[in-house]
């Protein structure tokens, strides 16, 4: 059975870049024609796509936050990561990893249990 | 952008109550649409896709409809365990979520 787990530090001061990790268990990040998606949630509000990476490692991101955001993966450690630079408040969070609907890359139905990310100094 | 728009944001039911959530996107996205229902501190569930393919495992008193630029996601009879938020999500170009609707114990 796919599980996804999400790590990383639990804080990051404003300006610096977050570091997420997720890490597959139960199947492969290069498994043909899938992709893999990062969603964060700000608490108490809806949830907002940041971006995917194919197995092939070609992303896609959200426009709005593009210019701040990189996602790769390594596929010997079966992981793929998060790095958003230049952080404020806002980007305070619950992060999830997910993995799309084969065939439909920006629905997810395999979802990390989530890590909550706060920007502060 | 495409922007999706949720009624209500809070809905107050009693169990065996039929229950509809009401989504609207800002374009048309044929019928890329997505539901979910998240309970507090977990991640959310993927239910329907495809605005009315039901997942597995999710009970068959949830449904969805609609195409173009109006959905709807209904709850025949309420139960306890579908005390929850619900969110819509188009994902005709890339990706956008409705704002939730939390459905509540009346």
């Known amino acids: 059975q796919l599980q996804l787990q999400e790590s990383g530090p639990g804080l990051v001061k404003p300006s610096e870049t977050l570091s997420l990790t997720c890490t597959v268990s139960?199947?492969?990040?290069?498994?043909?024609?899938?992709?893999w998606a990062w969603i964060r949630q700000p608490p108490g509000r809806g949830m907002e796509w940041i971006g995917n990476?194919?197995?092939?490692?070609?992303?896609y991101y959200n426009p709005s936050l593009k210019s701040r955001v990189t996602i790769s993966s390594d596929t010997s450690k079966n992981q793929f990561s998060l790095k958003l630079s230049s952080v404020t408040a806002a980007d305070t969070a619950v992060f999830y990893c997910?993995?799309?609907?084969?065939?439909?890359?920006?629905?997810?139905?395999?979802w990390g249990q989530g890590t909550m990310v706060t920007v502060s100094s | 952008d495409i922007q999706m728009t949720q009624s209500p944001s809070t809905l107050s039911a009693s169990i065996g109550d039929r229950v509809t959530i009401t989504c609207r996107a800002s374009?048309?996205?044929?019928?890329?649409l997505a539901w979910y229902q998240q309970k507090p501190g977990k991640a959310p569930n993927l239910l329907i896709s495809?605005?009315?393919t039901l997942e597995g495992g999710v009970p068959s008193r949830f449904s969805g409809s609609g195409s173009g630029t109006e959905f709807t996601l209904t709850i025949s009879s309420l139960q306890p365990d579908d005390f929850a938020t619900y969110y819509c999500?188009?994902?005709?170009?890339?990706?956008?979520f409705g704002g939730g609707t939390k459905v509540e114990i009346k």
């Open positions: 997910a993995r799309p609907l084969l065939g439909s890359p920006y629905a997810f139905d395999i």
């Open positions: 139960g199947g492969s990040i290069s498994s043909k024609n899938h992709y």
């Open positions: 990476i194919y197995y092939s490692g070609t992303t």
């Open positions: 374009q048309s996205i044929s019928s890329w």
């Open positions: 495809k605005a009315s």
């Open positions: 999500q188009q994902y005709k170009t890339y990706s956008t």
